[in-house]
């Protein structure tokens, strides 16, 4: 391998493996997991367009301005990995401290993380509660469901929000999750699918909200923009989702801060290529 060719290899491996490993290992949440490399990916991406730039564009910039126009190109690159590396760093910082998020159980604990500036709860805050509780001598409604069957193709429903009772007896209703990816550890329900049954214990992450109940005009406090449903209580939150998350995160924010340190070399390459020469033999211009 050329010498060229190993200054794209060698750094797109370094910044791409974290992410791969988090995501085949399944360390972590499918939807983090996910989340992680697409951003990953796009610093992926950088580093292809800066390999390029560095080695087919600067070279090729003439006398009397070359230095000058070789330093603009390299500070545009850096900023560009400035930004998108420390957005990364900072999303995986958030991922690792949402054990602080507030902790939600009753509705005065509610209409508190409600009236609180949203500076101040910016990561969302977790709920539990049951599903939509029902009569012991009723059969358990599914809510939402998804499931792999070959047979049944794939199958899946999440409603736009469906109805929760807090542990202090107060019923309002909580957004729904989207995606299967986004539905943590939810059980299998008595008819194969993965779902969520009534009566199940619940933790939403998500973002508090109030709206006017029709009739009476009373505020109603719920759940919005829910980012992930997990299955159990906040004594099973730590193990089965703050835990995986983290680890998950780890790697990854490793990365993007160690190209966020180094995100001023593609200003000094630029710097050296204006003021002694290409790096590479590159062709040069008609």
């Known amino acids: 391998m050329s010498r060229g060719m ?17 995501l085949v290992s399944g360390g972590g ?46 500070s545009v690159l850096s900023f560009a990995f400035f930004m998108t590396s420390g957005a990364l760093w900072l999303e995986t910082a958030e991922l690792n401290v949402l054990g602080k998020n507030a902790r939600v159980m009753t509705q005065g604990d509610l209409k ?14 977790f709920v539990q509660a049951k599903v ?31 109805e929760v009772a807090l542990d202090d007896g107060y019923r309002t209703e909580v957004a729904c999750v989207q995606s299967r990816a986004r539905a943590v550890n939810w059980p299998q329900t008595k008819n194969g699918k993965i779902g969520l049954s009534q009566g199940d214990t619940i933790v939403v992450w998500g973002e508090p909200s109030q709206y006017t109940a029709m009739g009476n005009g009373l505020a109603i406090y719920g759940v919005a923009e829910s980012k992930a449903i997990i299955s159990g209580s906040f004594e099973t939150l730590e193990e089965s989702f703050l835990k995986p998350v983290q680890a998950a ?9 160690g190209v ?10 630029s710097y050296w290529i204006g003021k002694d020469g290409p790096l590479t033999s590159a062709p040069q211009a008609p």
């Open 29 to 74: 949440p499918n939807f983090v997991a996910e989340m992680l490399m697409g951003k990953t990916l796009a610093l992926l991406a950088l580093v292809v367009v800066t390999w390029l730039v560095l080695n087919y564009i600067t070279p090729r910039i003439e006398p009397p301005s070359r230095a000058a126009k070789s330093m603009l190109i390299g």
């Open 6 to 22: 190993l200054s794209l290899v060698l750094p797109s491996l370094l910044i791409v493996s974290p992410a791969v490993y988090v």
């Open 260 to 269: 966020l340190l180094l995100s001023w070399f593609p200003l000094l390459l």
């Open 112 to 125: 508190t993380q409600w009236e609180r500036p949203w500076g101040e709860r910016s990561r969302g805050i």
């Open 249 to 257: 995160a780890r790697p990854v924010g490793w990365m993007a801060l």
């Open 132 to 162: 939509k509780p029902h009569q012991k001598d009723e059969e358990a409604e599914v809510v939402a469901y998804y499931t792999a069957s070959r047979v049944q193709a794939n199958q899946s429903y999440f409603p736009t929000s469906f």
